[in-house]
């Protein structure tokens, strides 16, 4: 059974800064990865995502708004929540700042 996690990024964007940055960098990195089992999808600010590892399966929503992004989702059972939570962080403080 997987597991719920929820929390939040700040950042100094507007939700379109944001999201665009996002995009960009998400293109770049699939690109030069081919093999990443990744999709997601936009609707407005909000997109839904999925990743299949041999780990396991993410998916969630991330809502992109002026200055914060909430992001919500699944993780593995076996998968430690802080962990997960830090390393989006770092990854995302990495394309918006």
Known sequence: MPKKIAFSID?????SDARLRFEA?????LAE????????SWEGDEMAFEASSPLGKVKGRAVFLD??????GEIPFFAPE????EIVKKEMAKILL
Do not use: D, F, N
Not at 11 to 15: D, M, P, Q
Not at 82 to 85: S, T
């Open 82 to 85: 802080k962990l997960a939570m």
């Open 11 to 15: 950042h100094a964007l507007s939700a």
């Open 25 to 29: 960098e998400a293109r770049r990195r």
């Open 67 to 72: 200055k914060k992004i909430e992001i919500s």
């Open 33 to 40: 990865q081919p093999g990443l089992a990744v999709t997601y």
